[in-house]
């Protein structure tokens, strides 16, 4: 048969009359009898954050128990939610309805309180010291994440300088003091344009094995050429003057001298349609796809120039390929080094930085960077109006010239 209870709620409530539910953290307990129970309250019932603070003990023969519903230890339940637990009157068979709070009960080791009561009492903490205490109780996922990040990558500042220390002990005890300046001097010496040069052997027996020509342009390019040098060979003196007029007489000066027949008349005129190529790359700031059709550029040497001298960016959900200023750099390079093959390893620097839109520092820069030798020469025309100017020549003379490098102090203008 079964038995029917009634449940009966508690109105009017106290903070004192929660009932008390605990749970043990290493684990579950068998004999209730084998533990007292004590149960304390904060005395400062005026302060309205320590007056409901509860701290429960049970202890035993062979070890204590503490739980607290304040702290870090405490359990975030009971801030979150409400918990009840029912007690039955068996003569009566009705149920009352209590509040109740749930302690989570820890072992206390002897020695460890006291560590941890001295650590939340020390005062000399650091402004960052205490925002990071502040993330950890209070902080958002995020901040806790960033916080966890943060120290495991900080290294000690005392460690770190006393390590460089030791390591640049070591290494000037090995090399000297006076070999590492040496370094230190070659490697200031180097302009930043050395990283776009083409490969350099200045270590070869003749100038023509110093910047390869392979390096330029490979075997299989210079065979996709032969059509197109065909064309440039075959120009009359009108479209030689449209080319002109283009700002491209790099390539007009070489066309001009072309051999009459053989060979090296091939070579000349593939050579000048690659420079024309180059020229042109380099006076534009957005390559496509388009680029060099009408000149009847061949598919690998589009694809060569696409990969070497430009630079991909993602702008308006499209990839572009843009000639940024380090590539027009590399692209005054390698015309360098081809006008250097096509005239007996001597080149116009005047005409090159003209026909690029470079500034002549920065072609001067490049040729000094390359180990080229630098001279005027006065019997070169100059614009359309036959002016005479003086364009400067750079050549290919081994051993390569090592320049130093010049750091011009300006003078503060006087304020009258």
């Known amino acids: 048969m079964d038995v029917n209870c009634t449940l009966v709620c508690c109105e009017e409530e106290r903070e004192d009359d929660k009932a008390v539910i605990v749970q043990f953290s290493n684990g579950n307990l068998r004999n209730t009898e084998q533990l007292n129970f004590s149960f304390y309250k904060n005395v400062d019932e005026t302060n309205p954050r320590k007056k409901t603070r509860r701290m429960l003990v049970a202890e035993s023969q062979r070890l204590s128990y503490v739980g607290n519903n304040f702290g870090t230890e405490s359990l975030k339940c009971n801030n979150l939610c409400k918990y009840y637990v029912g007690v039955l009157n068996k003569e009566t068979m009705k149920m009352e309805v209590h509040r109740a709070q749930l302690f989570n009960m820890q072992p206390v080791i002897p020695g460890e309180s006291s560590t941890e009561n001295d650590a939340s009492q020390n005062t000399d903490l650091t402004y960052r010291e205490k925002v990071d205490s502040l993330i950890e109780a209070f902080g958002t996922n995020k901040q806790k994440r960033a916080l966890t990040s943060r120290r495991l990558n900080q290294v000690g500042s005392e460690t770190l300088q006393s390590a460089v220390a030791k390591a640049a002990h070591s290494v000037i005890d090995q090399k000297g003091l006076e070999a590492l300046q040496q370094e230190v001097v070659q490697a200031e010496s180097q302009s930043e344009v050395s990283h776009y040069l083409p490969p350099c ?34 120009l009359t003196p009108e479209e030689l003057h449209k080319i002109t007029d283009g700002g491209c007489l790099s390539v007009v000066r070489q066309l001009e001298s072309l051999p009459r027949e053989g060979v090296a008349r091939e070579r000349q005129a593939r050579c000048a349609f690659y420079l024309l190529l180059l020229i042109k790359l380099a006076r534009q700031k957005n390559i496509t796809r388009k680029f060099g059709q009408e000149e009847g550029c061949p598919r690998i ?67 000094k960077s390359m180990g080229l030798t630098l001279v005027r020469h ?39």
Do not use: W
């Open 301 to 367: 040497i589009h694809t060569k120039l696409m990969r070497t001298f430009t630079v991909e960016t993602f702008n308006n959900g499209r990839v572009q390929n843009v000639v940024s200023t380090s590539m027009r750099v590399k692209v005054a390079a390698y015309c360098l080094a081809l006008l250097l093959h096509m005239g007996d390893m001597t080149a116009d620097l005047t005409l090159l930085h003209r026909d690029l839109g470079v500034t002549e520092k920065r072609m001067v820069e490049v040729a």
């Open 201 to 234: 052997f200045p270590d070869a027996d003749t100038p023509q094995h110093v910047y390869l020509f392979e390096d330029i342009l490979s075997p299989v390019e210079y065979d996709a050429l032969d059509a197109a040098g065909s064309k440039m060979a075959a």
């Open 378 to 416: 006065g019997c070169v025309k100059g614009d359309d109006d036959g002016s005479a100017a003086d364009n400067r020549l750079a050549s290919l003379v081994l051993p390569l010239v090592k320049y130093q490098e010049f750091t011009e102090i300006r003078k503060r203008k006087k304020m009258h």
